[in-house]
């Protein structure tokens, strides 16, 4: 991090010597009158060496110079110099500002600087902070288990749990980073704000018939599970259908290398539209990370400015809208028995069972949890369109299963079609389902095709801005970039058109699968995308039945939407994002990125 005294400043000289004697003056009060004579020195050789600014570096180097003492701790060092340096820069950009002005008139430019450097700094204190705390718990190995034990009975008193993979009846803590995250906020922010639009742009979508045949119809012809999707949306008529989108879009720091600086900015990963977990178990990592850190005498996430919007409330409100819809649109006989909200799980072991439970409670409305199997026994629609399950009317279709062929057995696609047919809400209907697949993900990264559906070109800007390179295998503008992928893979992912997680292909498996489907048919199924380069952070895993483990992590970060609409999309009756954000770490080197397997922990959020 560097600060810089603009040359054109009109007191520069003794403006930079006031900057120096600061520091030395603060940093002799705490013991390090060595290190403040290393960045003034610094200082002077700067200005002496003609340069249009003076640059006074944030943190001194952590290698000692013969001659000097010992490097302290590194956040002791980086507070005092962000409190000294905020203190200052205030100083003196007021006093310039009314130089100036009386001179030139308003001057917005210097503000925006002073804004920017403040953000920077007050990220890497925070970076490193979590690192001065990864290195003290990981050289007394008392403390460390002290402080995972601290953080897994939090969690376990806030209910972060999986169901144990052997025993039904036992409950494990969810995997776990021992630190929050540190997340730039103007880049969160960005992605926050662009959530409303992603909704409204898949519900467009969806329902854009013509678009979605051509997208998808020549992958259906070679997959039989998007085309059973298909024959279902083909007979449904949405145009008397209310629906309900419960969205996540999934986001990489990531580094901008040809920058100047090397900027960071969120990258998109997927948009996710089906079966979207840890809206639950997400909201609730901050307050165990809150007690972790007090144990640790740490405050970091209390100077993280709070967020509004948490994920569970947001999506309980989703559920919870779509419920009262339905009981005004179709429910006519008030004294009948109330309508139940239909979840439909999978018939084989559910291991995220806290997060669905958490969810259910945050609509507040009566429940089934059913398979396709057990639905099918009971199922019936009546002529006014209304479904009844166990002679139970449901106003609401959550699926929590459904998104991967192998969920699909026997008659579950009749028990599908069933309900997509009848007046239930369905989060997701077939049509949001559809709308979630890779290859639609990968049409969307073109100009032309937003423009279809976002009339802001603005907003049209800042959403590529967050997309990669992502190219069809059948298509022929693809070739350039196969070849490019063959001979350097490692910069590349190739998806398959799958939800779930462990489908994708890296490496030399990448290269296999491209020469094997490669001028065939089933080409279409595989969409090749640039591989996102993450910005890393140190951090301390916390796994059960596993020793803690220090890493370098890459976070995922997950933005939450909700839209409620009706009329066959037209009708928005309810687009919402919330403000707090779910965020997956693992480590680097680890290609997958479930929770559940316990490759990725879930982590929480301070933003800077």
């Not at 390090?32 to 249009?52: D, K, P, Q």
């Not at 590194?74 to 100083?91: G, I, K, V």
């Not at 077939?430 to 290859?439: I, P, R």
């Not at 952070?537 to 803690?548: G, H, K, S």
Request: glycine share 6%.
């Amino acid at each position: 991090m560097v600060f810089h005294i603009s040359a054109d400043h009109p007191d520069k000289d003794k403006k930079t010597d006031e900057f120096r004697e600061a520091l030395l003056s603060a940093a002799s009060s705490l013991g390090t009158a060595t290190t403040a004579e290393s960045l003034t020195t610094t200082s002077s050789s700067a200005t002496s060496s003609g340069s249009n600014s003076t640059s006074v570096p944030a943190t001194p180097s952590a290698t000692p110079v013969s001659g000097e003492e010992p490097y302290r701790q590194p956040c002791q060092t980086d507070l005092l110099n962000y409190r000294l340096l905020s203190a200052y820069l205030e100083r003196i950009n007021t006093s310039h500002r009314t130089a100036y002005r009386c001179c030139h008139g308003p001057r917005t430019r210097k503000t925006t600087i002073t804004t920017t450097v403040r953000r920077q700094m007050a990220e890497t204190v925070a970076q490193n902070e979590v690192h001065s705390l990864v290195e003290r718990v990981s050289l007394n190995l008392g403390l460390l288990e002290e402080s995972a034990e601290a953080l897994r009975d939090a969690t376990t008193s806030f209910g972060v749990l999986l169901r144990h993979p052997v025993h039904k009846d036992t409950l494990k803590v969810a995997p776990l980073t021992l630190f929050p995250t540190v997340v730039p906020q103007e880049a969160l922010n960005e992605i926050v704000f662009l959530q409303p639009t992603i909704n409204h742009l898949m519900n467009k979508v969806a329902h854009d018939r013509s678009f979605l045949s051509l997208s998808l119809g020549g992958i259906a012809g070679v997959d039989p599970f998007i085309q059973n999707l298909f024959d279902i949306y083909r007979q449904i008529d949405f145009s008397t259908q209310c629906e309900l989108g419960l969205i996540r879009s999934d986001y990489i720091l990531a580094q901008n290398l040809s920058a100047n600086g090397g900027s960071v900015s969120f990258q998109q990963v997927e948009v996710n539209m089906v079966c979207v977990g840890l809206a639950a178990l997400g909201a609730k990592i901050a307050p165990a990370h809150k007690h972790a850190l007090q144990f640790l005498g740490s405050n970091l996430l209390e100077r993280s400015p709070s967020i509004t919007g948490d994920t569970l409330s947001v999506y309980g409100e989703g559920l919870r809208a779509a419920y009262d819809l339905y009981c005004l649109e179709f429910v006519r006989d008030v004294g009948k028995r109330a309508p139940v909200m239909l979840v439909v799980i999978h018939d084989a072991f559910e291991f995220n069972i806290m997060d669905q439970r958490f969810v259910e409670m945050a609509a507040g409305v009566p429940s089934l949890r059913r398979t396709f199997r057990q639905i099918a026994e009971t199922a019936r629609v009546d002529a006014g369109g209304c479904l009844y399950v166990e002679d139970r009317e449901v106003a609401v279709v959550y699926y929590r299963t459904g998104y991967s062929p192998n969920q699909y057995k026997d008659r579950d696609w009749e028990m599908r079609l069933l309900m997509e047919q009848s007046k239930a809400i369905k989060s997701p209907s077939v049509a949001h389902q559809l709308a979630g697949f890779k290859k639609i993900q990968q049409v969307l990264c073109r100009t032309d095709v937003l423009a279809r559906y976002i009339p802001d070109q603005s907003v049209i800007s800042r959403l590529l801005n967050t997309f990669v390179g992502q190219w069809d295998l059948s298509e022929k503008n693809a070739d350039e970039h196969i070849e490019a992928a063959l001979r350097e893979p490692e910069r590349y992912v190739l998806k398959p058109n799958r939800e779930g997680g462990g489908n994708n292909f890296y490496g030399h498996d990448l290269v296999r699968q491209i020469k094997q489907v490669r001028g065939t048919a089933n080409a279409q199924e595989f969409i090749l995308m640039e591989l996102i380069r993450p910005v890393m952070q140190e951090n301390v895993l916390i796994r059960a039945e596993m020793p803690p483990e220090r890493v370098q992590t890459i976070s995922e970060v997950g933005v939450f939407g909700v839209i409620l609409t009706r009329n066959g999309g037209e009708e928005v009756l309810l687009n919402r994002t919330a403000g707090e954000v779910l965020i997956r770490s693992k480590a680097d080197g680890v290609r997958e990125g479930g929770v559940s397997s316990g490759h990725s922990c879930i982590s929480s959020v301070v933003a800077v």
